[in-house]
Structures are given as structure tokens and as C-alpha cells.
């Protein structure tokens, strides 16, 4: 499932940041499934932001420092409606899920 539809993900304003100032280099952020961060001697940077998945903030979550933020999610929100990402999703669902039925009737 894509979730932009076509959307390019580099046009879409959502990576974490870090306050060094705040982080106590605890690691929860090198958790990430999607590879973002990479450690170094000062700690945890955001080396592939655009690995990150959209609309999620788990390492913002679980960092013992609060250290890590993203963007509002307004801001995603509007972005969206804005440029019709929903209503795309909608129908890609919808056309996912009539696959998926028509190939479970032929196997019947």
C-alpha cells in the first residue's frame, strides 16, 4: 500500500528532529525499523529522513530524553486535503480489496 498514491515522499515535511541539548543518548531512537538514524560520537543523527514513515513518531515516543519532534500533524493533515492524498488512498484501498475478494472467489 502507498500511502502518498504518487505523491513524491520528499515533498512531504515529516522526520523527526533531535535536541542534542535534550538527548541522553539512550538509543530507543536506533529501535527504527526503517533505518532513519545512524549513532555516532555525539550520538543519534537523522541520516535518512525520508525512510521515515509517514504519520508515524514511535522514536519520539519512547525516547527517555524527549529529545526527538516532528512536525505538526495539522500541517500533515492539510497537506492531504490539500493535494487529494485521501480521496487516492480511499480508492486504492478500494481497488485492493476487490482484488483481494475476486482472487478469494476464484479460489473457491
Same mark, same amino acid.
Not at 529529545?67 to 490539500?82: G, H, M, V
Given at each position: 500500500?502507498?500511502? @502518498?498514491?504518487?505523491? %513524491?515522499? $520528499?515533498?512531504?515535511?515529516?522526520? %523527526? ?14 529501535? +527504527?525499523? !526503517?533505518?532513519?538514524? $545512524?549513532?555516532?560520537?555525539?550520538? %543519534? ?10 504519520? +508515524? ?13 516532528? %512536525?505538526? @500533524?495539522?500541517?500533515?493533515?492539510? *497537506? ?6 485521501? $480521496?487516492?488512498?480511499?480508492?486504492? *484501498?478500494?481497488?485492493?480489496?476487490? @482484488?483481494? *475478494?475476486? !482472487?478469494?472467489?476464484? $479460489?473457491?
Amino acid at each position: 500500500m502507498a500511502w @502518498l498514491t504518487g505523491y %513524491p515522499r $520528499e515533498k512531504v515535511n515529516w522526520f %523527526p528532529t533531535i535536541d542534542h541539548d535534550k538527548c541522553v543518548k539512550c538509543g530507543m531512537c536506533m529501535n +527504527c525499523g !526503517r533505518n532513519v538514524y $545512524e549513532w555516532t560520537k555525539e550520538g %543519534p543523527i537523522v541520516a535518512q529522513p525520508y525512510n521515515c514513515i509517514i504519520g +508515524c513518531n514511535t522514536c519520539a515516543n519512547l525516547c527517555l530524553g524527549n529529545a526527538i519532534s516532528f %512536525p505538526n @500533524l495539522n500541517e500533515l493533515r492539510e *497537506l492531504y486535503k490539500r493535494e487529494g492524498i485521501w $480521496e487516492k488512498v480511499k480508492e486504492q *484501498l478500494q481497488r485492493e480489496v476487490s @482484488l483481494i *475478494l475476486k !482472487r478469494s472467489c476464484q $479460489e473457491r
